[in-house]
């Protein structure tokens, strides 16, 4: 079952509730931060697929535009399992769609959901790793770092409520998206602390880290014991 945590309360399963269940306001915003969350996988998978930048562009508004206009989103149920297979099955089923009627495709889609311009998309997808040519396995691993994004943005807002950002700063670069390039001699050396508490600090902050992760997890996922399957999952796709 997901978390009732306060401190996630607008991850996916949530935001889907919301969508489904809250008043017109609540669902706009809940549906903006599904589209916030879940754009940059959905475009680097259509241009892995094969679609130039500017039709993965439509791509990815138009899978957005079907999820709102025709009420996809209603469709989905926790507790069928993840949420990104949900999301992932019907971006497949939307491509062989469009690629069926491609000829009447009209470019721009009608409505701007996003504007992907603010997000630098191309940018971003120009630093994708080549060898993954795959565009499932492109999806699931932007999907994974933007799980790592964002229990690491979470860490850090623990830190900044427990007054320590400093030590944060010092030391986020062991955690999964850092890297970890420093010797734990040479940071004990500069923070004036032993190197044997430092380890210790070390420790506990990716403690503190895996339950973020955890927590995430547990917004897309029903089943605890697939919650572990899928974290698993993220610690393959990133290479962890």
Partial sequence: MATSDPRFPTTSWTLVR???MGGEVEARKAMGEICRQYWYPIYAFTRRYGFPAAEAEDV???????LIARETIQAAREEKGRLRSFILNMLREM??????????????GGVMILSLDQFKAEERYACEPAEIDDPAKLFDRAWAERLLVEATGRLREDFVKADNLAEFEHLCEFLPLGDNATPYAEVSRKSGIAESALRLQIHRMRKRFAKHIEAEIAQTVADPEEQKAELAYLLEVMGR
Avoid at 61 to 66: L, V
């Fill in 95 to 108: 491509i062989a769609n469009r690629l069926r009627h491609r000829s009447a495709a009209k470019r721009g």
């Fill in 60 to 66: 990815t508004q138009d899978f957005f535009s079907a």
């Fill in 18 to 20: 919301k969508v489904q």
